[in-house]
């Protein structure tokens, strides 16, 4: 009787744990769904406090006003603020300032600082001064992007005069389409800026891995730049950033019709403060001038003008982004689906034939792919910030005294027992390895036939706007009006999604009560629910056929694109040809030939300071790579055993690069001609040595080709004692000549 019992107990429990787990989701279901539809109308009500700001942004720190750009004699809604510094944060106005600039890409300011973990707490936290160029969201009447080029040139020498003991000029950081902008004003005024760094930048709007991310192609399936033109017609002028947004939106529809949203409902309870943080910057929507958005989309990504060298500023310069004479540090990532590897790099190979060509123009280019990441969280990521970002900024110095040519910044984790792991800044080391012009066309470039696809869809963009230009825009131009242009605006669906859900609705004030009620009674399910597993089953396979139907579009998209204007007939018709791919590449400069000839000279001039460069130089050759350590200990020692020789940073640049160059071009005549830099003073040769044994030896123990190296410079030291004496050579001045810049 006892066991009967006992078994009908065992089945009644087994039958009502499923009971009891279903109900325990449902109401955790239920209640979820009502606090996410809670935070939906939180959400809207922010979108609209939001669109009220007369100066909206998403900067999470306090700033102060140093300059509003409507007051210029080019006005334009940019404006240059000073970050303050939050509590417990000090920053010395004496080092290297920063300077953060946030795309206008349809969105507001402030995403590269707007939490404590990003491009502008890392600056503060490094002890630099920090200056954000923001936007307000309504552009001023007839402004151009070369009047935004100008006031930005004034933001910065203004950055520069209020930190005149800074070593090095301001470093910008400039982010997605502020990168673009940024490349361009550097070529266009040299030297106004330190290094840059162009964080998930288009350069190359062409570029891109054939298979995926067909963004690329959208502008020559819409016939080209015109329909942008008739948008700003309709907007009375003004072109609608949502229209942008919405575009980065359809690239990944499973992320915008369901994870993002599933995310904050599965989540409910923790992820409402980030979900909103966000979104708040995603829904703020900004406005460009009619002649703003037809440049960017025409001349950029349609025609692809900026590195082929057809842009002019208004007094007829070309922009050539071989003019740039500040270090170059492009920072993308294979996990971009805006702006792939190819497009923040493919210009590189586009201006330059090999390695030397880019040495013998002077040039240093940085480059970092991430593995994963996407395109927002390049600039966004908290994770990015604390690894990338932050190496970019502990070893910016570094970085502005690199000799001229490509390099790789490989950071990997710090280990406890790293070779003087005490001059290791953060929990990362960064070394910066040479690459050569074949590492980027492995990354896969675009095919001649692929070039002449793209040039047949902006000769086609250029026809069609000719004739929506003298067609149509007049009649839509006519029938424009600002009350229509605004009620357009309010009725997009972009802005609808936020402003139906908010407190304007009668509809949300019981969504309200109803939270408050379950905030007040919350139940959420075990973690081990088996029905929590079984709706993130669910939700994974909505994700895969969303997944599935973008690639199935994306395809098409391609293939579309491909069948239309790769067909030779259009393009005989449109005189497109290998001729016209040769016209888009800029006239080849200098020659290394000539960067030898000009150094032959200069060869034999210097003291020991220029030897010690030359010979560490020499001896760590066969790295091919720079180490953050090697710097470290480098400037260490010389302000400890040969001090006072350089006055700034930019002199140590500038003679650390002529010695490269030297080494480079002329290696034979360089090492022949080090004996007679070094003095005849025993005790400095010694310490000269010292510098260049330590700064070898910083990253760990030198082997292989540098030991035998270094062993050749001991001996070259060595003998250098046994030689007669060396006559002083002297400047104009009758002072002991040092190294030449």
Known sequence: MTGTADRSAALSAAWAEPWASAVEYWVDATQRSVLFWDVMRQRGNQYLAHAADPTPHVLSYQFEVILDGRTL???CNYMLVRIVPPEGVTVDPDKRPFVVVDPRAGHGPG??????????????????????????????????????GRAQAEFLRIVAERHPKAEGKPCVMGNCQAGWALAMLAAVKPGIVGPMILAGAPLSYWDGPRGKNPMRYLGGLAGGGWPAALASDMGNGRYDGAHLVQNFESLNPSNTLWSKQYNLYSKVDTEVARYLSFEKWWGGYVQLNANEIETI???????????AGQLEVSDGRKIDLRNITSPIVVFCSQGDNITPPQQALGWIL?????TDDIVANGQTIIYAIHDDIGHLGIFVSGRVAAKEHNEFIQNIDLIDTLAPG????????????????????????????????????ALGINTAEEDKAFATAARVSEINRALYTSTARPWVQAMASEPAAELGRRLS??????????????????????????????????PDNPFLAFQDLVSSQIVTALDGWRDLRDRWIESSFTAIYGNPVLQAALGIGDETLADRRPPRRNEPDEEREALRGKVAEGDVHAAVLRAILYVIWPMRAVDERGFATLRQLYADRLPGHWASLAEFKAAMRRQYLILRWLPEEAMTALPGLLPDDAAT???????????????GPVTGEVKLRLDRMREAFAAAAAAPAKPVRRGRTGRPLKVVK
């Open 73 to 75: 004699e080019r006005p």
């Open 111 to 148: 995403i590269g600082g707007m939490k404590p973990e990003s491009q502008i707490g890392r600056a503060l936290r490094a002890g630099h001064p920090c200056y954000f160029i923001g936007f307000l969201p309504v552009p001023v009447a007839g402004q151009t992007l070369e009047d935004i």
């Open 297 to 307: 989309t025409e001349d950029l990504f349609v025609g692809d003008k900026l590195t």
């Open 350 to 354: 586009d201006l330059y034939d090999s």
């Open 406 to 441: 490509l390099y790789e910044a490989v950071i990997i984790e710090k280990q406890a027992d790293d070779p003087n792991a005490g001059l290791i800044r953060g929990d990362h080391v960064v070394r910066f390895e040479a690459r050569s012009i074949n590492d980027l066309r």
């Open 493 to 526: 669906p972009a802005r609808l999604q936020y402003s139906l859900f908010s407190n304007r609705n009668p509809a949300m004030l019981p969504v309200a009560m109803a939270a408050e009620q379950v905030r007040a009674n919350r139940r959420p399910a075990a």
């Open 685 to 699: 040769r010694d310490d000269a040595f010292a510098v260049i044994e330590a700064a070898a030896s910083a990253a």
